[in-house]
């Protein structure tokens, strides 16, 4: 970055016009009286005739530069650091059987309900800053995917890779909770909270929802839940091997009251998300919530830069002061 740090001095600027112009009305050239100057035009300038024109340039310059040089040019860089009280946040996505229902909408067409959650939830990653932020997918079992992380690019590409079933086709909440609250502990931090997304009850898995709940309030670990999908019958897309895709409606039911009482006990909050507008308002208010705070320190180091510009413009005098003292030497 360059600059100048006395950038008023180059006002001076401004009086050389005044200065030139008071210069030519002072000089009185020497006159030599002709009777006739035709023998004269036809005499080309030699290369001494433009130095000699041209010897006032050199105190213009030379002035010029010293100006600049009163303004101190500077180079140099400005060094930005961020400090941040960056918080975990474990993201545990339910990616079982239930969630093809297929009763959100992207655009003009329905999706099934994890194609929903994989854009809103990106979203959500690449708008947090300083932040750690691991990924945990259950079904009927519960797995790491990615651990805590600041490396938000490789959360998005994973969860992006994210399929149905993957983890069985049932739902095991508190294998999920479990799981997340083991990562938590991977990387230590002030605050610590835990986005539980699902769309079902809980009917797999080795730990009770509540019992795991438990353990998160003894760490004062806070745990945000959100309830997807829409009630009643929905849509699944079946393929048969002769008839080819056909749509069926079942029964999906999502366990809201053991959801509420799982952010109730950690003083997170409950969510119902019906369609996709809602689902990304639900993450936008998390992400209001749950801020991380910045401490901004910049640090500025510029070189000087005037030296050079005093070392040219003595260079120029100098040069002034030689020819005019002896090749451009004027007798008045």
């Given at each position: 970055m360059f600059r100048f740090a006395s950038p008023y001095?180059?006002?001076?600027?401004?009086?050389?016009?005044?200065?030139?112009?008071?210069?030519?009305?002072?000089?009185r050239l020497p006159e030599l009286a002709l009777s006739s100057i035709t023998e004269i035009r036809t005499l080309s300038d030699g290369w001494t005739i433009w130095i000699g024109r041209l010897l006032p340039a050199l105190k213009i310059a030379a002035l010029v530069l010293i100006i600049f040089a009163l303004a101190r040019p500077q180079w140099g860089a400005r060094e930005v650091r961020l400090q941040t009280e960056g918080i975990n946040i474990v993201?545990?996505?339910d990616v079982s059987?239930?969630?093809a229902a297929l009763d959100f909408m992207a655009g003009n067409s329905f999706v099934d309900r994890l194609e929903a959650v994989k854009s809103v939830v990106s979203d959500?990653?690449?708008?947090?800053?300083g932040d750690r932020i691991g990924l945990v997918v259950f079904g009927s079992q519960a797995y790491t995917q990615i651990p805590l992380?600041?490396?938000?690019?490789?959360?998005?590409?994973?969860?992006?890779?994210?399929?149905?079933g993957a983890a069985g086709k049932e739902t095991a909440i508190g294998d999920a909770i479990g799981i997340a609250?083991?990562?938590?502990?991977?990387?230590?931090?002030?605050?610590?909270?835990?986005?539980?997304?699902?769309?079902?009850?809980?009917?797999?898995?080795?730990?009770?929802?509540?019992?795991?709940?438990?353990?998160?309030?003894?760490?004062?670990?806070?745990?945000?839940?959100v309830g997807v999908g829409t009630r009643g019958k929905v849509p699944f897309k079946v393929h048969?091997?002769?008839?080819?895709d056909r749509y069926v409606y079942r029964q999906v039911a999502v366990d809201e009251a053991t959801l509420k009482q799982i952010a109730a006990r950690t003083g997170g909050l409950y969510f119902r998300a019906k369609d996709t507008e809602t689902l990304k308002k639900i993450y936008d208010h998390i992400d209001q919530l749950e801020k991380t705070?910045?401490?901004?320190?910049?640090f500025d180091h510029y070189d000087d830069t005037y030296s050079y510009l005093l070392m040219v413009a003595l260079c120029l005098i100098g040069l002034w002061i030689l020819l005019a003292n002896t090749r451009f030497l004027r007798v008045p």
């Open positions: 001095f180059l006002l001076l600027l401004l009086l050389l016009p005044l200065l030139l112009i008071y210069r030519q009305r002072r000089q993201l545990a996505v059987g239930s969630m959500f990653v690449s708008r947090r800053n992380t600041r490396d938000y690019t490789s959360i998005e590409s994973i969860l992006k890779r994210v399929e149905i609250l083991k990562r938590l502990e991977d990387i230590p931090s002030k605050t610590n909270i835990i986005i539980l997304l699902t769309d079902g009850l809980s009917n797999a898995g080795e730990l009770p929802p509540l019992a795991a709940t438990e353990i998160a309030v003894k760490r004062g670990i806070k745990i945000y839940t048969h091997p002769v008839r080819g705070k910045v401490e901004v320190k910049s």
